[in-house]
């Protein structure tokens, strides 16, 4: 069928069926906004919908980790395979005799949390070229450039450092760690004022921020730059490491770390994706700034992750000898798209609820409060499909919910969604679908690693002179991240790992290096009975079709 | 799920046969492709994915990022991964936003004949040659808001007959137009000031060292603050 005729069966980028329950919707959408939402669950409700419907909380979709530093740790299969593999490279085929590059301060990965990290690092006195930034992909293809909805800081007068510690704690379930929650919300005015400072563009009415909740904030302190906060950030951050000429290397994900003889973190072996050959780098001090587990797909859910985000700098830390926290929890944003197709599973911003879109289902009635914290919000959306069968069924057999994104346009007036949320209209529109005049069809997406490689409130890891910021680093968001907060985070510990490893570098010079780590995890691996091909890290997932791969020899 | 129907697409003038629906980028990854280059956040937002392909029976080309556009029946396609335009290095405290600052980095701006490709070739939609005839103009703040929504694809630059590097000129303009005319609102500044002075200090440090149940009745009793 042509793209012209799939085209003309749609009226709206939609197909007959689901216009029907489109109807129900406009039906219902003036008397909605008139009542408002359902209420705010309270605690007990809370915890028995996550319970019952929560994908975190299907004990049979994880099981305890076998082996290393965290052995006996609950976490998905599909996080416990990644662990519990064998090592990419066998540590006899590296030279590490002859090191190819030498620095203080190396910081694997690209994102917000790694270019951050880097702007501190030299801000603390390391010299430029003494700095390295390696990445997987591009510098800037990462997770932080595709947070859409805003960041959290606590700045208003009728706001506080200590209510925004409340928010923080009430949605990871009090699970987080209370010195980095502490860290979290304490820095981030500083942080936007830095972000100021630098030349970030934040929505601004009248010449203040234009602040507002997300799901579970008890103050309105979400700033934004339209839809499109992570990029703007990102592109200014990245624009000042360029200005700085910090060296920058594209295309050269770390294998594994490199220790020395104390068991000091020591840099890393990286490998060139383009021309396969290794590196050996040698560094003072390591930065982990990898990001998360999106691409693993934890029970077969689409994600919202960029195509790097495969686990590696967990694999890598663990086998180093680092503690990982919080790896049972698994974010899925409540609102990925489920229709259409072709884009399923990208996400639809929590800003899009914010702005007073409510979900409602296929009878036009609303059935949760907006804006609960996301893992209660998305357990309301899966339950509304799957328990009381309100759900609408795609073309695709996706079940879903509507959000009624013309509310946005009913309550702040026309124009609202193209001025504040110009990346949510474009991608629809893209498939046909005018979000001003029809709501969107949701479902719960992979969205965020809640846990990682357990840090201090100074950024440090349990291998010394290792550091971790961003997504990679856990114990922040104990069970369940706040919108928001991801922003927040990258900023606060990719600035604190930053200057952790700056003052490190400048106090110990690193001796022998080694990859007797990952030897002995070998034998961890058979110690415990492990019999398994898997090989890790991953680098990048494979989406291949299986009849290609069936035919596939590695022969060049 | 029912299989779409096959149709026959041509990547770098190779043909294969993939489902109807796909994206750009899916198509690829059906047809065997495994990238390394082309592909970063596969939501639009990144700019890696920049393609260029020209639809059956049309001399036209057209510009889109891989991942949000759809193949059809008969398209020819190509990727371009990554453009090799310049950009100036600068020190963003250093400049006079009241000198045409974007003119004196980028004086190839001037060479703009108004053909309008650029604008043409941007996957976002953006008004990338208004944007440009804004910078000449030394119009920061139009700049910005005309600009606000690049990805930094190249794709613009990659079509100018004038080499204008235009996403380049267009971040620097955002920036300077932020740090410049976008004051930093003054209830910042004073909590930054409240924090350095430790006025939440006693109340965070009884918050870290609560017991749990008293964290719970706080949560609990928090007042959510109206929606304006």
Known sequence: MTQAKLQAELAGGYPAYMRESIEKVKATRTQLLKSGPPAAMNAEARDKILDKFHPDYKPDKKRALAIGPSAGAMMPHEVADVLEAHPLIDPASIDLSKVDIEVDVLIIGGGGAASVAALFAREQGIETDKILIATKLRHGDCNSIMAQGGIQAADRPTDSPAIHYLDVLGGGH???????????????????????????????????????????????????????????????????????????????????????????????????????????????????????????????????????????????????????????????????????????????????????????????????????????????????????????????????????????????????????????WMMWN????????????????????????????????????????????????????????????????????????????????????????????????????????????????????????AHSLDIM | MKQNKMIKIFIMGKAYQVPAGLTIMDAMEYAGYRFIRGAGCRSGFCGACATI????????????????????????????????????????????????????????????????????????????????QAALRGDIKQVTELSFDCIQCGLCSMRCPADIKHYHVAQLARRLYAKSASPTPQHLKDRIKEIEAGKFSDELEELTTMNLDELKERYAARQIEPTT
Not at chain 1, 452 to 479: N, R, S, Y
């Open chain 1, 430 to 549: 893209r498939h046909g679908i005018d979000i001003t005049v029809d709501p969107a069809l949701v479902f719960p997406t992979l969205h965020y690693q809640n846990g990682g490689v357990e840090i201090g409130a100074e950024a440090q890891t349990d291998v010394p002179g290792l550091f971790a910021g961003g997504e990679a680093g856990g114990g922040i968001h104990g069970k369940n991240r706040l919108m928001g907060n991801s922003l927040l985070d990258y900023n606060v510990f990719g600035r604190r790992a930053g200057i952790s490893a700056a003052r490190w570098a400048k106090k110990h010079t690193v001796k022998a290096l080694s990859l007797k780590h990952v030897t002995n995890y070998e034998k961890m691996l058979k110690k415990a009975g492990l019999k398994t091909d898997r090989k890790t890290p991953l680098i990048l997932p494979d989406y291949r079709n299986q009849a290609v791969l």
């Open chain 1, 174 to 424: 009090y699970t987080n760690k209370p010195a980095l929650v502490r860290a979290l919300v304490n820095d981030g005015p500083m942080i936007i004022n830095w972000h100021e400072n630098l030349g970030v563009t934040y929505d601004k009415v009248n010449g203040d921020y234009l602040e507002a909740h997300g799901g579970g904030t008890s103050r309105m302190r979400m700033h934004s730059a339209k839809d499109y906060t992570g990029m703007e950030l990102m592109r200014v951050l990245r624009d000042e490491v360029r200005n700085l000429e910090i060296p920058v290397l594209e295309f050269a994900p770390a294998v594994e770390l490199l220790l020395d003889k104390d068991g000091h973190a020591a840099g890393a072996v990286l490998f060139n994706l383009e021309t396969n050959e290794y590196m050996v780098v040698r560094a003072n001090a390591t930065i982990l700034a990898t990001g998360g587990f999106g691409r693993l797909h934890i029970q077969g859910f689409p994600t919202t992750n960029h195509y790097g985000a495969t686990a590696d700098g967990l694999v890598l830390a663990y086998r180093a000898g680092a503690r990982l926290i919080d790896m049972d929890s698994v974010q899925y944003h409540p609102t990925g798209v489920a229709y259409p197709a072709a884009i399923l599973g990208q996400l639809a911003t929590e800003k899009l609820r914010n702005q007073g879109a409510m979900p409602v289902n296929a009878h036009g009635e609303a059935f949760v409060y907006p804006l609960e914290p996301r893992d209660v919000e998305a357990a309301a959306i899966i339950r509304e499909c799957y328990e009381r069968n309100n759900g609408i069924t795609t073309p695709s057999e996706i079940r879903g919910v509507w959000l009624d994104t013309p509310m946005i346009e009913e309550i702040h007036g026309k124009g609202t969604i193209k001025e504040r949320l110009a990346a949510m």
């Open chain 2, 53 to 132: 392909y020209r639809k059956a029976g049309e001399y036209r080309f057209e510009f889109a990022l891989a991942c949000q556009e759809m193949v059809e029946e008969g398209i020819h396609l190509a990727q371009l991964p990554f453009t090799p335009a310049p950009r100036a290095g600068y020190i963003l405290d250093d400049l006079d936003a009241s000198e045409n600052v974007l003119l004196q980095y980028y004086p190839e701006i001037a060479c703009c004949v108004s053909c309008n490709t650029c604008t043409k070739a941007c996957p976002q939609d953006i008004e990338v040659m208004d944007y440009i």
